[in-house]
């Protein structure tokens, strides 16, 4: 049974930094595609960011790249996403997510945490 733990989340001022964290248990970690995405109040879910189980490749929203920056550590089966110069509009509930191989969509999804940006 996979797990997926987020945690890192709060409230932070325009223009400040989170990182974010997602600890991963019940199978092996590495190997497995990890991603981010976010739901704010009233939209729809949307991608934030993906990394490759070695941790070589990553993907990003367009709009999203240069600010925050996905990374992994399988040594202590963890993924992060850290955030930067924040605005308002990053406000949202962020997921953590991972999929079996040769599958489009992501199978197993943590509980979330939510981030605030105030102006």
């Known amino acids: 049974q996979v797990q997926l733990v987020e945690s890192g989340g709060g409230l932070v001022q325009a223009g400040g930094s989170l990182r974010l964290s997602c600890a991963a248990s019940?199978?092996?970690?590495?190997?497995?595609?990890m991603a981010w995405f976010r739901q704010a109040p009233g939209k729809e879910r949307e991608f934030v960011a993906a990394?490759?189980?070695?941790?070589?490749?990553?993907y990003y929203k367009d709009s999203l790249k240069g600010r925050f920056i996905i990374s992994r550590d399988n040594a202590k089966n963890t993924v992060y996403l850290q955030m930067n110069s924040l605005k308002p509009e990053d406000t949202a509930v962020y997921y953590c997510?991972?999929?079996?191989?040769?599958?489009?969509?992501?199978?197993?999804w943590g509980q979330g945490t939510q981030v605030t940006v105030s102006s």
């Open positions: 990394i490759s189980g070695s941790g070589a490749n990553t």
């Open positions: 997510a991972t999929r079996d191989p040769g599958v489009v969509d992501y199978d197993y």
């Open positions: 019940g199978r092996t970690f590495s190997g497995y595609r």
